[in-house]
């Protein structure tokens, strides 16, 4: 039996350890990762998948981004499963609960870099992306995207970049010493 549940703080080493098994240290060099780079995952769109004993067995997360200059969307991704638990529909729970979630919480249209022959079945298409630019290479068949919204992605076009929360406040510059005047 799959749980899907918000990620926990505690989660972070559990979830990079699923991701590193999933996708290994190529996960780092990928175009979606620029714009996951020191952000924080959308609200309320950070999920995990856990079996009946409680293991974490998937996570999905969704990212804030902005098509052009002013459309909002999200970028959904990654996806991971435990490779014991992929034939049990884990991935297919975790994409239902997060889009689901999604919609709920008002968001109108999600964009992901992923196979098409999986994400067809949840109803991404490429046909929305054809006049998107993400900021790095992308192979043009993987890059997908879904309304939650009718019309939500009409017309779009222009570069994908990065809104959500940043996940580092830059550091204050140090305040040199001086003796104070007496």
């Excluded at 175009?31 to 409680?54: F, H, M, Y």
């Excluded at 200059?69 to 990654?78: I, K, Q």
Aim: aromatic residues 6%; glycine residues 10%; proline residues 5%.
């Amino acid at each position: 039996m799959t749980i899907v549940l918000d990620e926990a703080a505690g989660d972070a080493a559990a979830r990079e350890n699923l991701l590193d098994r999933a996708f290994g240290s190529a996960r780092f060099t990928k175009t979606c990762e620029r714009l996951r780079e020191g952000r924080l995952p959308a609200r309320g769109l950070a999920l995990k998948a856990v079996d009946e004993t409680g293991r974490m067995i998937g996570t999905l997360r969704f990212w804030h981004v902005s098509i052009g200059s002013t459309r909002p969307a999200l970028m959904l991704g990654p996806l991971a499963v435990e490779s014991d638990a992929r034939e049990g529909g884990v991935g297919s729970t975790l994409m239902r609960a997060g889009l689901a979630r999604a919609a709920e919480l008002g968001h109108e249209a999600v964009i992901l870099v992923g196979d098409a022959a999986y994400y067809e079945r949840f109803g991404f298409r490429p046909e929305a992306t054809e006049e998107l630019a993400m900021p790095g290479p992308v192979e043009r068949e993987r890059f997908l995207a879904l309304e939650l919204a009718e019309g939500a992605l009409d017309g779009a076009k222009g570069d994908v970049r990065a809104t959500g929360a940043i996940r580092f406040a830059p550091k204050a510059a140090p305040v040199e010493a001086r003796p104070i005047a007496a």
